[in-house]
């Protein structure tokens, strides 16, 4: 099934109208559907397509000597969409790769030839390409970073899925699609995380290893960092304190974890009283990552003598709920955003950010240059909000120096009575619960 895409598509599709011979870089971690994007995009269009992969000079001059005149060929009478896919393993084995290929395609007639060039490599597009492509480099046109589904998107996937089981999927696997597609909607949470993840033969089983080895070198450090990145949202002094890495080793990791997308540096909203935020957090952005390294990893020693079964009720059914909740904040404040969008709030926010506080966390905080503050609590609980739990958000905003104008809050189970009751009669005060988003 595909789904999303819209924008991407509408950009290739610019670029294929054009006068001119582009060339567009499509890059992205590996699962994140490039090449099922590009599959979409060519429907109804000729096309000429490579997949790359590391040979010898003459080996490859062979293969793709086919496809360089088929297009050739085909460009003298119609336009064509020429795909090379994970081009950057073209220059493993032939190092003069992109001067010959420049060459090349100075040759074809001009307004003829859309090139698409895709990669899995987010370090080297970002870090090296340019400079290992050369004088090639000059006649790109743009570069399309693909990133994972959004909620809104992911649940597209799965139509007939409660929101609360979409959440629930999407703190698990996050917005990569072939994990997503992996998931099957007909079956419980227990049995998909049995069937893709515990049981040794399950296509997710060594995934978070195998993903990491593609990019990364050190992978003892990596998952060392990443197991303690899991515990909570640490600083770097904790990280210090726990590995016994240096600090500036440590950073380098990190540096790198990021740059893959599955890692970040956490960005606190600053209050008037600045003194009341921590600084220098850091935190697993990868929802997979979250959960094999925060329920399973640690565990690794059991998983290997006990049934999968017994894995799954010792270790995770009772702590899915942390990892999930993490995804809950992020829908939630997903929602804001897209409310904001649209003019369906107050007023128009600049942007939306959490609070992490020296004496409390808030996930939602809002600020307008119209004037006006907006906090938000995301209860991820078997239990409704109530009154205590507005009390506890009260107590945290009073590390922001000021009241709040608006308070947004989401529940997964409601509302208890009385506090539902009481919001009603606030005009300032909106309660959200999972049927409402």
Known sequence: MFIGREKELQMLSRFYASSKNEMIILYGREGIGKTSLVKRFMENKTTVYYQARELSEEEQNRYFSEKKEELQKKAEEEKVCFVLDEFDLMQKGYKSF??????????????????????????????????????????????????????????????????????????????????LNLWNPKETVRKNILRIILDDKGPLHREAQRFLKTALRELPYY??????????EPKLNYLYNRTHFSRAKISVYIKNLIQLDVAAKIFSYEPEKKANVQKGLYRITDAFLQFWYKLVYPNLSDLSLMEPEDFYDAYIRNRLDEVVKRAYIKVCREFMELMNRYDRLPVKFDNFGSLYGKKGFIPLVGESGQGGLLVGECKWSNKPMGMPDFEEL??????????????????REGFTTDFAAMANNMDNIQCIDLEQM
Do not use: H
């Open 394 to 411: 009260l107590q945290n905003i009073e590390q922001i120096g000021k009241e709040a104008d608006y308070y947004y809050l989401f529940s």
């Open 98 to 179: 992109f001067a010959d290929f420049s060459d090349f395609i100075q040759t074809l007639p001009e307004g003829r030839v859309l090139t698409l060039l895709l990669s899995s490599s987010v370090q080297w597009v970002e870090n090296s390409m340019v400079s290992d492509m050369g004088a090639l480099a000059a006649r790109i046109t743009s570069f399309i970073k693909l990133k994972e589904f959004t909620f809104l998107e992911m649940v597209e996937r799965f139509p007939d899925s409660t929101t609360k089981e979409c959440v629930v999927i999407y703190g698990i696997l996050g917005g990569i699609p072939a994990y």
């Open 223 to 232: 998952s060392t960092i990443l197991s303690v990145l899991a515990e909570d």
